[in-house]
Every structure is written in C-alpha cells, then in structure tokens.
C-alpha cells in the first residue's frame, strides 16, 4: 500500500526565544526539520513526502535546503492559520489511495519502529497513533482544588500519527474546532475508534531552549 507522510512545521520561536521558527533550528549543524524529513526517507526511500509550512517561510527553507545540500524529494505545501489548517491543505495534495502518517517536524527523534508501529496499525486497522507512559505522578486540577489522579488511567501521545487515507480526508472535510489538538481528535470526532501503539520515549516535540539541549544530547548518544 502507497505510503505517505505529512511533515506539519508552522511554529515560530515564540517559545524558543528565537528569531528563527523552531523547525529551522539546528541540532550539530542540521536543522530539525531535515531530521524529522530523513527518518521518513530511511524507513522507506519511496515514500511521498509533504511538508507543510507557512508561506513567509518557504522562501527561507528553500535557502536552508540549498545551504545544506540536502536532496531528500519533497513537495512543499502552504500551511494555514492553524495546525489543522496546514494538515486539511496537505490532505487535498492527496489524490490516491495509501496510508498516511502525520507528522510534528520539531519531533526529529521519531525511531523507525514507532514509525512502522504506525503504519503497521493503520494498514490493519485504519490507524494508528502512538503512545508513552507516564512516569511522574499527577494531580487533576478543579478551581482551587486538585487531587491525586491515577497516571495508568493517562497516556501521552505523540507523533506520526497514521491513517487510512481516504478516511482522515473526510474527517478534514469538518470544520474546525478548539478541540482538534492533533490528528487523531479530528478522526474520533469523525466517529473513528483510536488505536494506541507504542511509542518511542525520545520523540520529544522540541518547544524550548531545555528541550533542544536535550534533544542534541540524545542525538549524539544515539549515534554512538
């Protein structure tokens, strides 16, 4: 079945404190946008790659990609206002039948094995959206009121987050809501039952400057 994998990269460096958006940060000379990129590309050459970005920043990726020689085929998608926005534009670049993989281009440590965890579900069973535990203990927060809660009860969720093809373009077709925080609100929404597959503990989504520090240390140790 024809694969596919839309990289979402529409963050600014808000958060990063950063004049350059997040996903053109670069970890050991690379930007995270490239890793998050050659991952798809080592798990499968052939597969169609799509990276949405926002229009003022095209220009400038195009530039980085250029400056780093980098050569991994991909079709460049304008994104919208939101996260939701960018994934419904790149859905409509799609115009066969296959499985695609949704993906946060600041999660550059994805392993190939969540990758195939992912496509692997969604083939069987029209998707697939991976997982971690929780370690730390929680508390749920009412008001000015908080308890402890049972973390077995929680997971976290990452990133790719695979689907039938055919079925998240029509969840797409819905509109917008505050609710859809990743890919896998829209396909539930849409009547979807989620299917939870494990993830990798290093696939972080890479928000601040802690988060980049760690991200390179990890990098670098899992290239020994």
Avoid at 40 to 59: D, G, H, W
Avoid at 162 to 167: E, L, N, P, S, V
Avoid at 190 to 217: C, M, P, Y
């Amino acid at each position: 079945m024809k694969q596919f994998a839309i990289i979402v990269a529409g963050g600014s460096g808000e958060r990063m404190q950063s004049e350059v958006p997040k996903q053109f940060l670069e970890i050991d000379g690379t930007p995270l946008l490239m890793i998050s990129i050659e991952a798809f590309y080592r798990f499968n050459p052939e597969i169609k790659i799509m990276v949405a970005l926002p229009e003022n920043q095209i220009s400038f990726w195009k530039q980085l990609c250029q400056k780093h020689s980098f050569s991994i085929k991909h079709q460049i998608v304008v994104g919208g206002e939101t996260r939701y926005h960018s994934v419904k534009n790149a859905l409509k670049k799609i115009d066969s039948k296959g499985i695609v993989a949704i993906h946060d281009g600041v999660r550059p440590l994805v392993s190939q094995q969540t990758i195939q965890n992912v496509f692997k579900k969604a083939a069987e069973k029209e998707n697939g959206v991976p997982c971690i535990d929780l370690v730390d203990s929680i508390r749920s927060v009412t008001n000015n009121e908080n308890k402890p809660a049972d973390r077995t009860a929680f997971k976290l969720i990452q990133t790719p987050q695979a689907f039938d093809g055919k079925i998240i373009q029509q969840a797409y077709e819905q509109p917008f809501e505050p609710s859809f925080t990743d890919d896998a609100s829209v396909a539930e929404k849409a009547g979807q039952k989620i299917n939870l597959v494990a993830g990798n503990r290093e696939n972080i989504k890479i928000t601040t400057q802690v988060d980049l520090i760690i991200a390179s240390a990890l990098i670098n140790y899992l290239s020994e």
